[in-house]
């Protein structure tokens, strides 16, 4: 194994797998042991003896046993972030332009990046974040920095790194997720799960939570754990969200957290409203109104249709096939081993429209699309995962508007927050229109 496989990471092995290792290495035992607990030093969990138990005596983490077994038996092998790259004569090779507002919000982004600060860029849904964390991102390669870009959700990382190496075409990048074949490289700069982080410890000069309000990550202590863990003692942390949760605002009530805001997408417009129709007891009749709507739409734009549980969508699908048979659609969720197959051919518009569990509510572009949400009043649909599924809708200039309708068995006050957030959104929006 290259050295430089060790810089800033918690290498898992067993001793007698490691030979020739370099003198500097720092070895770690990865579980301490205490009287009636032991804790894990890779994602900070607490277990008790008994439920961590192995034979001889021996102990490990069950909480992050995904990422590897850690145990009493291994090591973690650990070489300290020396941030040897080699920086190119040109760094951003992104041609874009941002808006008025996105400058303004990208210079304090990159101004807090360069004094390591921590702070959180609340934009709503579209406003273009990705393009604006540009210019800090540069000014930190050229720093000779190590970066990272993390993010709760697979969908999101892949979505992210093709953009990213477009616009840093002459950096290499790591891609780093559960499903990735590739062997780990050290590269300058990463993109990666917010699981991938567990792997990492004070590596990075400034790190970039990208939908820090999303399932898994928000209210997770684990990856909370990770997350400062992987940055230096003095690095530098930005988070990324439409949808600031709770915790977020405690920090910024505490002087924790700096923010920086855009109130408008990079296009201009406001944000679609959502628009709220009755649908009785949809799952003994699909109202007639949604299979309207759909095929008032079939033919000339694509669609995401959201249903509340992965149990819905067998029901749904074959309902649809009944009513609707020249359309092309398929269903996908969180479980589903084709997702990124079936996410990539809506893309390829091999799909006039998919039905989908919340795994779509973020972290996707389609340039021209309606969203539909059956059963929008059902508990697992949270303001904030409304909200960010209605911010599908509009996020192209060549169509900045569209269609956000929600079905409802009775009003709920989940839809009924959505809607007030959105135009509060909006009502900020005009005053930079």
């Not at 067993?14 to 003198?23: F, T, V």
């Not at 982080?197 to 928000?218: K, T, W």
């Not at 079939?298 to 149990?311: D, N, S, T, Y």
Request: positive net charge; aromatic residues 8%; contains cysteine.
């Amino acid at each position: 194994m290259e050295v430089s496989h060790y810089y800033g990471r918690q290498v898992l092995a067993y001793p007698c797998e490691m030979d020739n290792l370099p003198s500097e290495i720092q070895i770690i035992d990865p579980i301490e042991i205490r009287s009636t607990t032991i804790r894990c030093r890779r994602c900070n969990q607490i277990i008790k003896k008994p439920d961590a138990a192995l034979p001889h005596h021996q102990y490990y983490c069950p909480a992050c046993i995904n990422l590897g077994r850690v145990s009493t038996l291994a090591k973690f092998y650990h070489l300290p972030e020396p941030n040897q790259f080699e920086i190119p004569p040109t760094v951003l090779t992104w041609q874009g332009q941002l808006s008025p507002l996105q400058k303004m919000a990208a210079q304090e982004v990159a101004a807090s990046m360069a004094h390591h600060d921590h702070r959180l860029l609340w934009a709503v849904t579209g406003a273009g974040k990705t393009e604006m964390i540009f210019p800090g991102l540069a000014a930190a390669i050229k720093r000779g920095e190590r970066l990272a870009i993390a993010s709760p959700r697979v969908d999101v990382c892949l979505e992210l790194y093709p953009r990213l190496q477009e616009a840093f075409a002459n950096t290499k990048i790591a891609l780093l997720h559960g499903r990735q074949p590739e062997q780990y490289h050290y590269r300058q700069l990463t993109i990666c799960t917010t699981h991938q982080l567990l792997r990492f410890y004070q590596a990075f000069d400034n790190l970039i939570i990208d939908e820090v309000d999303a399932f898994p990550y928000a209210s997770n202590e684990q990856l909370i754990y990770a997350t400062h863990q992987a940055i230096k003692p003095t690095g530098g942390l930005l988070y990324l969200t439409a949808t600031p949760g709770p915790a977020l605002f405690k920090q910024i009530k505490k002087h924790q957290l700096e923010v920086s805001y855009l109130p408008l997408r990079y296009h201009g417009h406001l944000l679609p409203e959502i628009k709220v129709k009755r649908a009785g007891r949809w799952r003994h009749r699909l109202p007639k109104s949604l299979i309207q709507w759909i095929k008032q739409r079939l033919g000339k734009l694509e669609m995401l249709i959201f249903v509340p549980h992965v149990a819905d969508l067998a029901y749904v699908e074959a309902i649809f096939k009944e009513q609707i048979h020249q359309a092309r659609f398929t269903t996908v969720h969180a479980a589903d081993p084709q997702r990124l197959e079936k996410v990539q051919a809506m893309r390829d518009h091999q799909y006039d429209f998919l039905i989908t569990t919340t795994i779509l509510e973020r972290g996707v572009t389609f340039p021209k699309i309606d969203v539909a949400v059956l059963g929008a009043d059902d508990q697992v649909f949270s303001a904030s995962a409304l909200v960010q599924i209605a911010g599908r809708v509009g996020r192209s200039s060549e169509r900045p508007g569209g269609d956000v309708t929600f079905w409802v068995q009775e009003p709920a006050v989940n839809v009924k927050e959505a809607q007030r957030q959105i135009k509060q959104m909006n009502r900020r929006g005009r005053h930079y229109q």
